[in-house]
């Protein structure tokens, strides 16, 4: 249907680009990346040429995939909750347990930080991942308790009734050993000054402790609000050492 441009409010111009963008964004190829191939069980990439000659006369995307949902122009931690982050239940389940708990607030956002490796990006080493995305806007010792919860998950502290989780029986089979590295990562965490932090984290690294729990983001935007440094460019468009990896959970599919 055609708009007689001059009798369209602004708000109506508006929409109206933004449909016109949203179908030209339709028309871009939207490209997989080898590592979500791997996913697959494939180490292939498509290459462009290729690529264009399957879909002619289109662009690759560039920008956002117009299949997602569409991200704020500067996204806070509290939008990566709300439209990428592929589950946040169990965050909220151990953030909400350490908060009832009466821990400090730097150990709660690291509960409801702790697994963001895995809802968002990639479940392999997510304690490293989780870890390095939010290094540069929280206190080191959150990043550093989320770095090696990893780790310490494997490992039983009677002394404060943790005992090796029998979910981890069930998925890795009994006799599953944590390689190398990961007990290094253990031994090196053990002695730390900030042990306790990332041991909570393992405390509250549950999957139900009341099934009538409500769990709630509203509940902790004040605690991200005290603790995490939202950077006003938003995250992604601030330059920071991992500002990239947010720039790649908001646009997975780009071409470059
Ligand atoms: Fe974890
Ligand atoms: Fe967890």
Redesign the pocket.
Known sequence: MQHQATAMTLSERADELEEQMMNDLNERIATKSVLFNMGDGKVEIEGGAALMAKHPGKYFLMGADPRLPKMPEKPTLVDFFKLRFASTAHLLLSATHALKAGLDEKTILACLL??IG?VSFIRCD??YWGAQLIEPYVDEEVSWAVRV??AL?FFPDESVGYKYPDMYVKYFGADYKPEPYIVAEYERARNHKWYMTARQICIN?IYSFDPNAKVDLNDFVDIIGRNFKQPKEGLGFDGSPSAHMWRTMMWPTRFL
């Open positions: 702790h697994d895995v997510h304690g919860h990893q998950r690294d």
